[in-house]
């Protein structure tokens, strides 16, 4: 199963020092919105940034994705009507 854990937000030092231990033991691949929100936190294997307004990839087949593939979003950052929480 694929884990993927979006983080939108920039947090507190103290708070990013937790969240990247805990990011650290996921098994995840994990989204930055920026690398001003990677930088934040610790290094962190599987990462990458994919900038806001992204609008996918132009040779990707949705429909080549079976139904018996699972995923699991986490997105972590504040919920507003404009970060996406509702696309997501």
Known sequence: ???II????IPMPFLSKILSFFL???KSTI???S???????APLKDTV???NAFEGYPNLNAQEETTSD???ILLIGRINN????DFA
């Open 24 to 26: 650290s033991f996921s």
């Open 1 to 3: 199963m694929k884990k």
């Open 6 to 9: 979006h983080i939108r937000e």
């Open 35 to 41: 690398e001003a929100t990677k930088a934040s936190f």
């Open 70 to 72: 699972r995923l699991k």
């Open 31 to 33: 989204i930055y919105n």
């Open 82 to 85: 404009w970060k996406g929480q």
């Open 49 to 51: 940034v994919i900038y």
